[in-house]
């Protein structure tokens, strides 16, 4: 048995690829810049965002996915996966926002954000796929 | 929804992967209609019923009148 592939979700895992590798380097770029105290001012704001666009540009190559995707059954199971992982995401960043409010866990994220939590949730709802219809779809995850 | 789709296939001979090409949808595709996990769209019925040459009520039973 082959593992589907349309042209769709190959754009999509080389559009993941590059945006991972960018990741990669701006995030290596701004912690080193940072640790070595060599910015500030308006360039500090700039230098700590960019590791984000990278991530943002994730969320658009899953958005992308979910148009582009010719297979009606595959793109059914992807927005599944994409809502899971949606909420899961906010029930996790709730449930630790309130934990805060009440002091019963530290302030911060420690790097764990939402962002964090809804990538995890895509291999939840890849998991929620598998059991309830016994397919998770492509490799959004 | 209930449907022929399996019997169909196996009166031509055909593989899931060679209806599914066929059709021009993936293998679960077809897996998942086959076994009633889920209804494919209008136009893609309308596909399937052309390929068998069968009107799509000969193919999907109505989930209303069984």
């Known amino acids: ?141 | 929804m209930n449907n022929r789709l399996k019997v169909l296939r196996a009166e031509r001979d055909w593989s899931q992967s060679d209806l599914a090409e066929r059709l021009a949808v993936s293998r679960q595709s077809v897996n998942a209609i086959e076994t009633g996990k889920y209804d494919p769209s209008l136009p893609l019925a309308f596909r399937i019923s052309e390929l068998f040459e069968l009107p799509i009520e000969a193919i999907f039973s109505s989930p209303t009148k069984g």
């Open chain 1, 1 to 141: 048995m082959t593992r589907y592939k349309s042209p769709a979700m190959r754009k999509y895992v080389i559009r993941l690829a590059v945006l991972m590798t960018i990741y990669l380097i701006t995030l290596f770029a701004a912690v080193t810049a940072f640790r070595g105290n060599m910015v500030s001012g308006p360039a500090a704001y700039a230098l700590a965002v960019l590791p984000a666009l990278p991530i943002i540009g994730v969320f658009w190559a899953v958005m992308r996915l979910l148009v582009e995707e010719p297979d009606e059954f595959v793109r059914m199971l992807l927005v599944r996966q994409t809502l899971v992982a949606t909420g899961f995401c906010l029930t996790v960043m709730t449930i630790w926002e309130f934990l805060q409010n009440f002091d019963l866990v530290p302030q911060g994220s420690n790097g764990f954000g939402a962002a964090f939590f809804w990538f995890i949730g895509l291999g939840v709802g890849a998991l929620y796929n598998r059991i309830t219809v016994g397919s998770s779809g492509g490799d959004c995850a």
